[in-house]
């Protein structure tokens, strides 16, 4: 084996993903699921490669034109095979050769490999005897796309073949699958995690008024992949002044000003996990009066969130308490008035004219990952938790956010080296 960049996951976690989507399928059931395609952006150019996170979680294969079929027999007993991209002298001279079968073997632990040529000739032998085909349709709630995926283009050229077999979707078995973190998959998210917190930690004593925003994703970017992350697992927020307001700010090219607050919702990813934190600096290291009264009321939203967060719990539920604690808090920085929260007691709405989005989402292979619909909390379980306040009048905007595993007894920060507590920060920003 090479000495690789990440420390890989043996294949029987791989194996154990398969079985246990096979115990979940009738029998005559045939799964088929492709790699994301490798998509365009001009010329001969096309942008990096980003792996099917259901092909991953089944095969821990990354690389593109990968395809996974596993034909279900009696009792979940399946037989698997993949298919990959031939690899040829060619492709080795000019991209780097790709995977040999043998490797993809000790990758997945799937014996039967053959080359993506043989794709047609396969999957129409497996369906002959296929009495349900579970296919990939990616049914994310906030999916919002006009391209189609390899998956959804491949299903199409198939239901065309074969216009009588049942197609099912694998979306929802596999988002309540991934859900639950198994073993090797925490120890990944942990150094996903672990790289995001040190990186953005060793960065504090650094920033200064007039540094630009994008010298700050400079200095992260190379704390990050010094530490073996291959890139940002998602665009990095660095928002300063008054785009601290704006959620999904990422055009980073502002110079930020003495006084200002900094966002900074980052993210390391490491093995195809992902990290996501965010924190909110002063840029010359001390919170004025106003900020730091802000920022101590999203911290103590931040911890009742976590405080709530137990085995057991409705996430929609969890949402709603979270909600009416922090009409408490805005109450108390004057943003909304007693009569106004009292009127909405049970679920204070008027809070999302200063917190507009949800405090969790599930994390894992993807960053907002899967997650099936009206999901409760339970062990293994690997959330955010991400309250904000967005004050655009007072170009103030704070978003506290850490990942946390449910334990039985509640939650463990796994990113416990990046501060979260005013003196904290600034004692870090004095490079103490
Ligand atoms: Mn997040």
């Given amino acids: 084996m090479k000495t690789l960049r990440y420390t890989p996951v043996p294949a029987c976690f791989y194996q154990s993903t398969r079985d246990s989507l096979a115990s979940l399928l009738p029998e005559g059931s045939l799964v088929v699921v492709h790699a994301n395609d490798v998509y365009p952006t001009n010329a001969d150019g096309t942008m990096q490669h980003h792996q099917n996170a259901d092909l991953h979680y089944l095969t821990g294969i990354d690389q593109e034109e990968t395809t996974l079929l596993m034909c279900i027999d009696k009792n979940g007993q399946h037989t698997d095979t993949l298919l990959l991209r031939e690899t040829n002298e060619r492709i080795a001279v000019w991209e780097g050769a790709r995977l040999t079968m043998q490797e993809a073997t000790e990758i997945s632990g799937i014996r039967d490999v053959h080359w993506s040529r043989e794709y047609q000739t396969l999957i129409a032998q497996a369906a002959q005897s296929a009495r349900y085909v579970y296919w990939e349709r990616d049914t994310h709630p906030r999916r919002y796309t006009d391209v189609q995926t390899r998956n959804e283009r491949m299903v199409e050229a198939f239901l065309a073949n074969h216009p009588n077999t049942e197609v099912r979707n694998l979306y929802p078995l596999l988002a309540r699958m991934r859900l639950v973190k198994g073993e090797p998959e925490l120890a990944q998210l942990r150094r996903a995690c672990k790289i995001t917190g040190e990186g953005f930690a060793a960065i504090l004593p650094h920033i200064k008024p007039g540094m630009g925003e994008w010298e700050m994703e400079a200095l992260l970017s190379c704390e990050y992949i010094r530490r073996r992350s291959r890139k940002f697992s998602f665009l990095p927020i660095i928002a300063s002044g008054a785009d601290t307001c704006v959620l999904h700010y990422i055009s980073n090219h502002k110079v930020c000003k003495d006084g200002d607050l900094i966002l900074f919702d980052i993210g390391a990813e490491y093995g195809g996990y992902a990290g996501d934190m965010s924190r909110t600096v002063p840029a010359n290291g001390k919170f004025s009066p106003r900020q730091k009264a802000v920022y101590e009321a999203v911290l103590a939203v931040h911890r009742y969130a976590a405080s709530i967060m137990l085995p057991g719990v409705r996430k929609a539920d969890y949402e709603r308490r979270v909600r009416v604690r922090m009409a408490q808090e805005m109450v108390k920085l004057g943003l909304l008035t007693v009569e106004e929260v009292q009127r909405e007691a049970n679920d204070p709405s008027c809070v999302r004219r200063y ?51 449910i334990h039985p007894n509640g939650v463990e920060d796994l990113i416990p080296n990046a501060p979260l507590e005013v003196t904290d920060i600034e004692r870090l920003m004095r490079g103490e």
Avoid: K
């Fill in 355 to 405: 917190y507009m989005h949800s405090v969790s989402h599930s994390l894992g292979l993807d960053v907002h990952d899967v997650c099936p619909n009206d999901p409760v909390f339970a062990v293994g379980q690997v959330w955010t938790i991400e309250p904000g306040i967005y004050i655009p009048e007072e170009n103030l905007g704070v978003r506290i956010e850490t990942d946390v595993l």
